[in-house]
Each structure stands twice: as structure tokens, then as C-alpha cells.
């Protein structure tokens, strides 16, 4: 088993100087490891620190101790102490992210939205996927701003899922979807695992943790330090 | 010097009497690689902007560029000639406000192929249809080609600047606040094209902007400037999701949330 993400002694914790250098420790002492093939969930209630790991592990939020080894082009690089450029590198081929929300420059469709993120841009797998995501044709060619909530999500999921990323991070995947769509997306997760994808994802619907997890995460809330 | 920089500083400093506009600041660029400055008005990006692209100079420090065949040049201390012929060629310079950049009294595909001309290109035919091709690209109507810009909009003027600017084919574009002062519709329409015309072209960007969120849709990395001090720099998401300085938390705070 080959391991694609392994993360040391991570911990976390925010400074929020407009009150008064208040401290926040999120996450302390969190050890993980994925292999190719293999999905995490994290699990642990509502504000214990899932999605501020997620983000640590994707590079968005800055680790204060700790490190994150990520498997890049056959070595192991370390995301929290990496130049930024290395991180641009490491996102562009071995780390997707499914963020829960999609952020995009207004006035580009969908299409393109998603043709960008594939590595030979290419508009046929664009449409593709989004046809099995349940995206008409007629809504191919509009910018995502005006469509619903599981619309927009699913532009999101096969931005995320076009890049064929060996390692992939999913916040909350399913969350806006109803149950048809959640199945199509289970067996999207369930393909990319059989191709060696290791996955690390929160998904708060038992069903659909159930169906795609391998083992559990727990991140038991710190106590305020305040 | 990282060995393949495209421009780098170190050390710049510049007062504008007792007004520190750039206290020590450093900065790399890399090819291909789009660097947004930001912070708020009297900050000193602009400043910083002009001093790395040779158009000012500061009281210390040194500005490095690397030419295509590699050679560094000390951006100070290049004769004028040679730095206008530079900003003529392998840069260029997007302003705010395109009529400082733009030749109102001629035609549209005369602003375009005026750069083409004082790179060397003598072919009348050759210079029109890479005129009429920029206009395209930058989706102005080639049938416009001999209007004055004096009957465009405002919209229309920046992403002709734009085409006069990046017709020469620069792998180095200095913007100051190239969505500034338009319409936000006009302003979606023009951070799209920029997007895609610097991704397509490999050109790298040192972008100046107040605008957090075109920071964050244009820029790898961005560095955030505080009284002429780089008070945080690092990948663009990083900085604005998870800010660690004092002054960066009220930047990102204080933005409206459309």
C-alpha cells in the first residue's frame, strides 16, 4: 500500500488580533494517514475542526505545528512548510479539493468552468461529466450564478473530480444534493478509489459516510484555552 | 536570486519626505506567475509597482530583471533608451485610467499597431492584421479597427489598452488597477479576459489592486502592504482565508459580503 498523504503532529489554532489576540486552538496532535484507494471521513461534531483540517491539508489555512506530507511527482512534500509556488504545483497535479461552495469569476459557464480544471481542457469530457451529474445540455453555456444550490454543487464536483487528482479532498460533497444525485456522486467516489485515488472527505449523511468510508477519523473538540 | 526569477527586489526603500511610501520591501516574480499587491490608499503599492518597473526610483535597493536570453539587468541603472525600449517590448504597463496609455487622437488599430511599429515591424498589411486580430481577442469588434477610441466606452478603452499592450507579446505586464473605475458587470467581463489571456499566454503579472476578490481571482500569490511595509505575502487563498497579520484580518473583515 502506498501512502499519498500522511499528516504529522498537526495542530492549529487561530489569533484573532481585532479581539484582542483572542486564541482559538482548533486542532492539536492530529495524526492521519491515506493510502492509494483508501477514503477517511472525518467525523466529530459540528465546529470540533473537520473543515479547518480539510482546509490545512489543502493548504488554505496556514498549520501551526505539524507537518503534511503529500506524495507529489514521487517524493513527499510537506504543504505547510512549502513555498507557495510548490503548493500551486501540488494543487495543479496531485491535490483536488471540493470545496462546499463554488467560487468562480462571474460570466464564465459552466462548461468552461469545468473544461478549465481538466488537464487537457477538454470540452467533451467537460460536457460528459456534467451530463452524468445530471446538467443539462441548455445549462452548459450559463455562468453557474443564477442555478440552484445542488446545481452549482454539482458544477463544483466535476471541476473537482474533471482533474483526475491522485489525492482528493471533499467538504461535504452531497450536502445540497437529493437522493439520485448523491448516488451518482457515491459511485464517482467509488470509481476514483478503484483507480487509487485516496480520498479525505466530510460527509455529515450517515448513509453516504457509510457507503464510501474505509475507516473513521474522530476530531473530538479541543477545550477553549480561554 | 532564485536562479529563474523574472524580476526580483530586495531592500527597496522610498520616502516621500517624512512619509515612508517603501520600508525594506522584497518581492520575486516568477515566469508566468501573477503577484497581486494590495492594501488600502496611501499604502504604498502603486509606488511599488513604478519603482519595480523602473518608472521611479527608490532612495535604496536594487531591482533585478532577466531578460530572455537570461542576462540580468539592474532596472535602475539601465540607460533610458534601453529601459524604454524594454517597456516597448518584453513589458508592459496596463494603467488605470487608459487614456494615460492610449493615443486618443488615433485609431484604435493604429494604438494597437504603434507598439507593433516601435518593435520594428514595417509591414503595413502584417501590422493591420495583427491589429484586427487583438481586437478581436479582446472582444472589440474588428469592424471598429479605424474608429477613434474617443467613441468607446470605458470598458471598451481598457481592453483596447490591453490589446496595445500585450500585442508586442511581453512575458512581464504591470497593472495598476486595470478594473478600477469600471461597472461591475464591465468588470466581470474584463477579469475574465484577463484571466484567460495571462493563463493562455504565460505572461507574469505584478497587479496592483484595493480589490480583494480580484486579488483572489487572478493571483497565485499576493502580498499585502501596509503604510510602504509588506506586512504578509503568500499564496492568494491562504493570505485572505486564513490571515495572520493585524492589518490583513481587518482588510479581509471589512469587505462587504455581496
Known amino acids: 500500500m502506498i501512502p499519498m498523504l500522511e499528516v504529522q503532529h498537526l495542530a492549529k489554532q487561530f489569533t484573532l488580533h481585532l479581539r484582542g489576540g483572542l486564541q482559538l486552538p482548533v486542532l492539536h496532535g492530529v495524526n492521519l494517514t491515506v493510502h492509494a484507494g483508501e477514503c477517511v471521513a472525518l467525523a466529530g461534531p459540528s465546529g470540533a475542526g473537520k473543515s479547518t483540517l480539510l482546509r490545512s491539508l489543502y493548504g488554505n489555512y496556514r498549520a501551526g505545528a505539524g507537518r503534511i506530507l503529500i506524495r507529489h511527482a514521487g517524493e513527499m512534500v510537506d504543504i505547510a512548510s512549502a513555498p507557495p509556488r510548490t503548493v500551486v504545483q501540488v494543487r495543479a497535479k496531485t491535490l483536488g479539493y471540493v470545496s462546499q461552495f463554488l467560487r468562480v469569476v462571474p460570466r464564465v459557464p459552466a462548461l468552461d468552468i469545468v473544461a478549465e480544471a481538466a488537464p487537457d481542457r477538454s470540452q467533451e469530457k467537460a460536457a460528459a461529466l456534467l451530463h452524468r451529474l445530471n446538467i443539462p445540455t441548455r445549462l452548459h453555456a450559463l455562468p453557474p450564478a443564477t442555478f440552484s444550490g445542488g446545481e452549482q454543487q454539482r458544477v463544483n464536483l466535476a471541476r473537482g473530480f474533471i482533474g483526475g487528482h491522485p489525492i482528493l479532498l471533499l467538504d461535504e460533497p452531497t450536502a445540497s444534493l437529493d437522493a439520485a444525485n448523491a448516488d451518482i456522486v457515491i459511485a464517482m467516489i467509488t470509481e476514483a478509489k478503484a483507480r487509487g485515488v485516496a480520498i479525505v472527505g466530510i460527509f455529515h449523511d450517515a448513509e453516504v459516510r457509510r457507503r464510501v468510508a474505509d475507516r473513521l477519523l474522530t476530531i473530538a473538540p479541543l477545550q477553549d484555552a480561554a | 536570486m532564485n536562479e529563474d526569477t523574472l524580476l526580483s527586489a530586495r531592500g527597496l526603500t522610498l520616502h516621500f519626505g517624512k512619509v515612508p511610501a517603501l520600508v525594506n520591501v522584497d518581492a520575486d516574480l516568477w515566469p508566468g506567475e501573477v503577484l497581486a499587491v494590495v492594501g488600502e490608499s496611501g499604502s504604498g503599492k502603486t509606488t511599488l509597482l513604478n ?61 494597437v499597431g504603434e507598439r507593433l511599429m516601435a518593435a520594428g515591424q514595417r509591414h503595413y498589411g502584417n501590422i493591420r492584421e495583427a491589429a484586427i486580430d487583438w481586437l478581436a481577442q479582446v472582444e472589440i469588434d474588428p469592424a471598429r479597427v479605424d474608429d477613434m477610441p474617443r467613441t468607446f466606452s470605458g470598458g471598451m478603452l481598457q481592453r483596447l489598452q490591453i490589446a496595445r499592450t500585450l500585442v508586442t507579446h511581453p512575458r512581464l505586464v504591470f497593472m495598476d488597477e486595470p478594473t478600477g473605475g469600471l461597472d461591475v458587470s464591465v468588470q466581470a467581463r474584463l477579469l475574465d479576459l484577463i484571466r484567460s489571456l495571462v493563463a493562455r499566454l504565460n505572461i507574469a503579472v505584478v497587479l496592483v489592486t484595493h480589490d480583494l476578490a480580484v486579488a483572489r481571482l487572478l493571483a497565485h500569490r499576493i502580498m499585502v502592504m501596509q503604510r510602504g511595509v509588506v506586512v504578509e505575502t503568500g499564496l492568494t487563498d491562504k493570505v485572505l482565508d486564513d490571515p495572520q497579520h493585524e492589518y490583513t484580518q481587518l482588510l479581509v473583515s471589512s469587505v462587504l459580503q455581496a
Open chain 2, 51 to 111: 519603482v519595480l518597473s523602473g518608472r521611479m526610483r527608490a532612495d535604496a535597493g536594487v531591482t533585478w530583471y532577466r531578460d530572455p536570453q537570461s542576462r540580468l539587468h539592474d532596472v535602475h541603472a539601465m540607460p533610458a533608451p534601453a529601459l524604454r525600449a524594454l517597456h516597448r517590448s518584453d513589458w508592459g504597463f496596463v494603467h488605470q485610467n487608459p487614456r494615460d496609455n492610449l493615443r486618443m487622437s488615433v485609431s484604435a488599430g493604429g494604438n
